[in-house]
């Protein structure tokens, strides 16, 4: 039920993401989000009307597909050059982000470790997910298919699939078929076996299709280990690369929170 809310929701979140962005286009020949071309005379004599897509409808198509995507609003607008970590991570995560379609060809995910603090968002805590929707965000661009959840909000949709499979198998089984999956916030849980074996049997299903995790996470290796038991670990250390984020404060200046860009003076 609540699912199908969520969809109405999306839809009704695609409809005004329209209304905000295209009829407030200033391109100049723009009409709704296109723009027509020089007619040309075809061979036939006739006069053939065509028209390409404007920036503004671009746009419009990109973030439609972030919030189908479930990414944080407050993240579409941040550029790439406007995350820095330490230059080691930096490094790493371009590599990462130029080798995209191998890494998924060959189904190697991210996972991001330790703390947060002091580091790419003056926000505490936002930091890694925020790299983990950038990285979903280029899988997008790539035409890939990408979802973003929480390891809560994963294990509520499980819980509500006991109850009612009909309306939540169904949206399960889509997030853990997309190309890219971004699981954050993966921390301790209360110990029930049932949520232990479905993530268990979530990972392994991935990997097994050879489909990409980006996982985000302030535990250590050694402390997922003892969560989620051997098994799991092994399968998530031998289909991810590493990064152990290490930021600092001087880092942190280099964010221009776009917030205080708006200049309002208040
Ligand atoms: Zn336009």
């Not at 999956?181 to 993966?186: A, F, G, N, T, W």
């Not at 392994?204 to 670990?233: A, P």
């Not at 600092?248 to 003076?265: E, P, T």
């Amino acid at each position: 039920m609540e699912e199908s809310a969520r969809e109405s929701r999306v839809l009704q979140a695609i409809d005004k993401l329209h209304g905000l962005i295209i009829p407030k286009c200033k391109i100049k020949g723009c009409e709704n989000g296109f723009i027509r071309d020089a007619a040309k005379v075809n061979l036939d004599g006739l006069l053939h009307p065509t028209s390409h897509k404007c920036e503004c409808f671009q746009t419009y198509e990109r973030y439609k597909s972030y919030l189908i995507s479930n990414i944080p609003r407050e993240f579409w607008k941040v550029k790439d050059e406007q995350i820095t970590t330490d230059p080691d991570s930096d490094r790493r995560i371009s590599i990462y982000l130029e080798k995209l379609t191998q890494a998924f060809e060959n189904g190697i995910g991210l996972l991001f470790l330790g703390s947060d603090e002091g580091m790419l968002h003056p926000n505490n805590g936002v930091g890694k997910t925020l790299l983990g929707t950038k990285i979903l965000e280029h899988a997008i661009a790539s035409d890939y298919s990408a979802h973003y959840i929480t390891m809560h909000s994963y294990f509520n949709l499980v819980y509500r699939s006991k109850d009612d499979a009909d309306t939540y198998l169904p949206v399960i089984d889509e997030i853990e078929g997309v190309d890219f999956l971004c699981i954050d916030e993966v921390g301790k849980i209360n110990d029930t076996d049932y949520v232990k074996n479905k993530f268990e049997d979530m990972i392994r299903y991935r990997s097994q299709q050879m489909l990409t995790n980006i996982i985000i996470t302030n535990m250590n290796t050694k402390e997922l280990t003892d969560m989620f038991g051997y098994s799991i670990m092994d399968i998530i250390m031998n289909s991810s690369v590493a990064i152990k984020l290490r930021g600092n404060s001087h880092r942190q200046q280099k964010f221009v929170d776009i917030r205080k860009r708006l200049n309002w003076g208040l």
